[in-house]
T-cell receptor, first 117, second 110 residues
Framework: GAVVSQHPSWVICKSGTSVKIECRSL??????MFWYRQFPKKSLMLMAT?????????EQGVEKDKFLINHASLTLSTLTVTSAHPEDSSFYIC?????????????FGEGSRLTVL | RKEVEQDPGPFNVPEGATVAFNCTYS??????FFWYRQDCRKEPKLLMS???SGNEDGRFTAQLNRASQYISLLIRDSKLSDSATYLC???????????FGSGTRLQVQP
């Protein structure tokens, strides 16, 4: 099946620094990728929809200046958490669809666990 | 009312048991429904789609009740390897992203 790779898997950083997370579709082209975050024992919450070649669409309550998304190519989207704070500590997961939008299956990256000290 | 509601569990069942989860949704425009499985600290993976007529995949049976706005997942002959969190997921018309429930945790015990 389609493969989505996410890097890094784990990152620990100091408060105030910025962290970049990469999401790559390895064997298909993804015009759209999605970024989710998940707190412990909570649901995945959609943060934004990343569109290749255009601005990302952010969900209500998600600060676009805080969570910068770049989708420069059909196989790569990046999420940058700027000026990270401890409350940004979470599990960030990217995902992408292969083929028809209505097939429903999203392929997920392995996730990136961010800990901000 | 939340968009999606699931009993968080945990459901602790012995091997070989039959267990069922329900998931209710509030948006009547919801169009497509799925069950995903998520292992601890891992990414979610598609378990099965849910069709109006109901569908079965081996030991797993999924059903959709649009009138009452819920979907269900039945697992027969539970295995230890079925231990995971089961997420109900849906999309609505025109929205490409998936909306996830918070998940129901299943623990199958020997």
């Amino acid at each position: 099946g389609a493969v989505v790779s996410q890097h890094p898997s784990w990152v620990i950083c100091k408060s105030g620094t910025s962290v970049k997370i990469e999401c790559r579709s390895l064997d298909f082209q993804a015009t759209t990728m999605f970024w989710y975050r998940q707190f412990p024992k909570k649901s995945l919450m959609l943060m934004a929809t990343s569109n290749e070649g255009s601005k990302a669409t952010y969900e209500q309550g998600v600060e676009k200046d805080k969570f910068l998304i770049n989708h420069a190519s059909l196989t790569l989207s990046t999420l940058t958490v700027t000026s990270a704070h401890p409350e940004d500590s979470s599990f960030y997961i990217c995902s992408a669809k292969s083929g028809s939008i209505n097939t429903g299956e999203l392929f997920f990256g392995e996730g990136s666990r961010l800990t901000v000290l | 009312r939340k968009e999606v509601e699931q009993d968080p569990g945990p459901f602790n069942v012995p091997e070989g048991a039959t267990v069922a989860f329900n998931c209710t949704y509030s948006n009547s425009a919801s169009q497509s429904f799925f069950w995903y499985r998520q292992d601890c600290r891992k990414e979610p993976k598609l378990l099965m789609s849910v069709y109006s007529s109901g569908n079965e995949d081996g030991r797993f049976t999924a059903q959709l009740n649009r009138a009452s706005q819920y979907i269900s997942l039945l697992i027969r002959d539970s295995k230890l390897s079925d231990s995971a969190t089961y997420l109900c997921v849906f999309t609505d018309t025109g929205r490409r992203a998936l909306t996830f429930g918070s998940g129901t945790r299943l623990q199958v015990q020997p």
